[in-house]
């Protein structure tokens, strides 16, 4: 094994200190995850090109669940022609990856489609029950595996904790509605606008009748269901484009986008102020509302879930 240097080493206190990652760089599975963050905040630049890159880092579940888990078709094939960094440039970390294995027996995969969002990267994780060590085209590191994500910025690490957690520790709470359809808003808050910069208002209503005032400023927007796929990438698109809260039904189904949360007199007096404008108007409509389930992003990236007026769980920030 090739000697552990200072820049490593530097490596290692700083995932343990800012992501809560503890990586040991003398066992080789750690050794390996290390070089590989160290190589994606460090790629080789060819003519002003940063290339972007993606390793499936030491995985260990059986390679026959892959394409049902992920949905989707894998081609593999051993790294024999070409040494480890001439398969490298081939892995682009979105449609075609390298698995990297502690015993040198590595091999590249290639998806029949992108898969390199966020939201991907922590389905890569669970399936092949490997860390996803990936460099976006967008020049964002992200390291992914069964404690959640970290982030990479040039600046800082950002930790999400993986969703489920959030969920168990929101449901313990008391909660009205359905656990899927919370599940399914929180990974779309953390996963598709968080992870983007796309700061909104999410709110969840598990009951039918109407709920407090709230202010439409838009036309009735299209019924997408946020348990469906495919109704992701428009309301992300759309929600990059508005201010205002989203308001879902019971069901998940969207009912208002772009709404002004209007607090009652109530709401405004016994209810502080918290951080900005958007959390703030969030609190206080989870005041006049508690059986709601209100999610904030904020545009830096950090998620806050808020009912009855209460801090229920936030992401670091």
């Known amino acids: 094994m090739v000697a552990i240097t200072p820049r490593l080493l530097r490596l290692v206190d700083e995932l343990a200190e800012d992501a809560g990652m503890v990586l040991d760089p003398r066992d080789p599975v750690g050794r390996l995850v290390l070089d590989e963050i160290d190589r994606a905040r460090r790629p080789h630049v060819h003519e002003r090109r940063v290339p972007s890159s993606g390793v499936l880092a030491a995985p260990t579940t059986d390679p026959g669940t892959w394409e049902a888990g992920t949905e989707l078709e894998i081609t593999r094939g051993p790294i024999e022609a070409v040494d480890l960094d001439g398969a490298r440039r081939f892995a682009d970390g979105l449609s075609s990856w390298v698995i990297r294995r502690p015993d040198g027996d590595d091999?590249?995969?290639?998806?029949?489609?992108?898969?390199?969002?966020?939201?991907?990267?922590?389905?890569?994780?669970?399936?092949?029950?490997?860390?996803?060590?990936?460099?976006?085209?967008?020049?964002?590191?992200?390291?992914?595996?069964?404690?959640?994500?970290?982030?990479?910025?040039?600046?800082?690490?950002?930790?999400?904790?993986?969703?489920?957690?959030?969920?168990?520790?929101?449901?313990?709470?008391?909660?009205?509605?359905?656990?899927?359809?919370?599940?399914?808003?929180?990974?779309?808050?953390?996963?598709?606008?968080?992870?983007?910069?796309?700061?909104?208002?999410?709110?969840?209503?598990?009951?039918?009748?109407?709920?407090?005032?709230?202010?439409?400023?838009?036309p009735p927007p299209p019924p997408l269901q946020i348990l469906r796929p495919t109704a992701l990438a428009p309301l992300r698109h759309a929600l990059a484009q508005i201010d205002g809260a989203a308001v879902f039904d019971a069901r998940g189904v969207l009912h208002e986008l772009g709404a002004r949360l209007v607090?009652?007199?109530?709401?405004?007096?016994?209810?502080?102020?918290?951080?900005?404008?958007?959390?703030?108007?969030?609190?206080?409509?989870?005041?006049?509302?508690?059986?709601?389930?209100?999610?904030?992003?904020?545009?830096?990236?950090?998620?806050t879930v808020l009912r009855n007026g209460e801090l229920l769980a936030a992401s670091r920030g």
């Open 263 to 303: 607090p009652s007199a109530e709401a405004e007096s016994e209810v502080d102020g918290y951080r900005g404008m958007r959390h703030t108007a969030a609190r206080r409509y989870s005041y006049d509302d508690p059986l709601a389930t209100v999610i904030v992003v904020s545009e830096d990236g950090p998620v």
């Open 107 to 218: 091999e590249w995969v290639v998806f029949d489609r992108p898969a390199g969002s966020e939201r991907d990267l922590v389905v890569l994780s669970e399936v092949f029950g490997a860390t996803v060590v990936q460099r976006h085209p967008t020049g964002v590191v992200r390291v992914a595996d069964a404690d959640g994500v970290r982030r990479w910025s040039e600046l800082s690490w950002h930790h999400e904790r993986p969703v489920a957690s959030w969920v168990d520790a929101i449901a313990a709470c008391g909660m009205d509605g359905d656990v899927g359809v919370l599940r399914a808003l929180l990974e779309f808050a953390v996963h598709d606008l968080g992870s983007l910069g796309v700061g909104a208002l999410l709110v969840y209503r598990p009951e039918g009748d109407t709920g407090p005032e709230v202010e439409a400023r838009m």
